[in-house]
């Protein structure tokens, strides 16, 4: 009897572990991170790692928009105060499909709008954007270290108002990075 117990509490612990590194697996890896200064200021090089779940490739087949927000902090440490925040933005891409012409269409914060004919060339845009402008040239001072704080996320809050008691609700919605945090040395 107490050996039966220990075989079934073992297998459900196996399964147990086996589920949470399958729900692991679903979120976005942050594989390249990196500042990269410029003319125009300090750009952010970042490529990401993610596939989109049956639930969310369902939804954007049937014309919901799906919205990715990448925020990036950094802050300048301080023994006497608190820590500096030089800068803190975010960016969000959108990607949607046309039913009618059969076409995926990627929004780079609102404005720019590319189109393609499959889902995987409209994700790779998402998963390896072009380099950013996040700070311009004076805004960090050169020589001093900075913390750097990177994160990917779908946006859920800016869903349509009836699919947001969905997403809220459903993990299958859930799809988020960890912070990613690098040190910086301003140039």
Excluded at 70 to 78: A, F, G, K, N, V
Excluded at 96 to 114: K, T
Aim: net charge positive.
């Amino acid at each position: 009897m107490t050996l039966r117990f220990f075989r079934l509490l073992a297998c459900q612990l196996l399964l147990v572990f086996a589920c949470a590194t399958a729900q692991a697996a679903d979120g976005i890896d942050i594989t390249l991170a990196k500042i990269e200064a410029s003319d125009e200021g300090y750009r952010l090089a970042a490529n990401y790692s993610f596939d989109l779940n049956r639930d969310l490739e369902d939804a954007l087949q049937h014309g919901v928009k799906l919205y990715f927000t990448t925020e990036i902090e950094l802050t300048r440490p301080r023994w006497y105060w608190r820590d500096d925040r030089a800068v803190s933005t975010k960016r969000t891409v959108s990607i949607s499909y046309d039913v009618l012409l059969r076409q995926y269409y990627v929004s780079m914060g609102g404005s720019v709008q590319q189109t393609y004919q499959t889902l995987d060339e409209a994700m790779f845009q998402i998963r390896r954007p072009a380099r950013w402008l996040i700070a311009p040239k004076g805004a960090l001072k050169h020589g001093e270290t900075y913390e750097v704080t990177l994160r990917m996320y779908m946006n859920r809050d800016l869903l349509q108002k009836p699919l947001q008691v969905n997403a809220f609700s459903n993990s299958d919605w859930h799809l988020a990075s960890n912070r990613k945090t690098f040190n910086y040395r301003a140039e």
